[in-house]
T-cell receptor, first 112, second 112 residues
């Protein structure tokens, strides 16, 4: 079965550094998402992306965050200057348009 | 916020028993979904119920939706140890199909 792939599985960075989290969505999917989950708790919406532009974003997704789909297969989340509170599991998800989300296994980001 | 909130936060049952989890939300929706998350992994879609549906079944899963009470329930019948996971409900934003809100989940422990 096709799956969403995320790399790396773990990322450790120093506060203030830039990080890029990478995702390869399922190939015929049209909508792409980033979510994050802190300490196995609430799953928080960050951003949705469709037709090469952001369609929705949350209050969390401020100017420090950006997303790109540079080559038609990868979907990246960049955090420009990481803060301690950015430490979380970041999940990428994609869907074909039937609202059923397929999630990757996540990238655990630790900001020291 | 539109977030679905699951109840109870944690549930522990014996194998073979039924497990019922509830979800409440705040504003109008187009559909409600349930997802499962095994520890440290991504979320897996279980079932979607539309706002004009009252009940849906999938294998041992039964979902109900009461739009007048803005609530849903997920019933897992004849539970197995392998059902041990966290279960999340997700609602859309009503006006927008590309934004899904998740709650904090119900942690289900099925004891063998």
């Amino acid at each position: 079965e096709p799956e969403v792939t995320q790399t790396p599985s773990h990322q450790v960075t120093q506060m203030g550094q830039e990080v890029i989290l990478r995702c390869v969505p399922i190939s015929n999917h049209l909508y792409f998402y980033w979510y994050r989950q802190i300490l196995g708790q609430k799953v928080e919406f960050l951003v949705s992306f469709y037709n090469n532009e952001i369609s929705e974003k949350s209050e969390i997704f401020d100017d420090q965050f950006s997303v790109e789909r540079p080559d038609g297969s990868n979907f990246t989340l960049k955090i420009r200057s990481t803060k301690l509170e950015d430490s979380a599991m970041y999940f990428c998800a994609s869907e074909y348009g039937n609202e059923k989300l397929f999630f990757g296994s996540g990238t655990q980001l630790s900001v020291l | 916020s539109q977030q679905g909130e699951e109840d109870p936060q944690a549930l522990s049952i014996q194998e073979g028993e039924n497990a019922t989890m509830n979800c409440s939300y705040k504003t109008s929706i187009n559909n409600l979904q349930w997802y499962r998350q095994n520890s440290g992994r991504g979320l897996v879609h279980l079932i979607l119920i539309r706002s004009n549906e009252r009940e849906k079944h999938s294998g041992r899963l039964r979902v109900t939706l009461d739009t007048s009470k803005k609530s849903s329930s997920l019933l897992i019948t004849a539970s197995r140890a392998a059902d041990t996971a966290s279960y999340f409900c997700a609602t859309d934003a009503g006006y927008n199909f590309n934004k899904f809100y998740f709650g904090s989940g119900t942690k289900l422990n099925v004891k063998p």
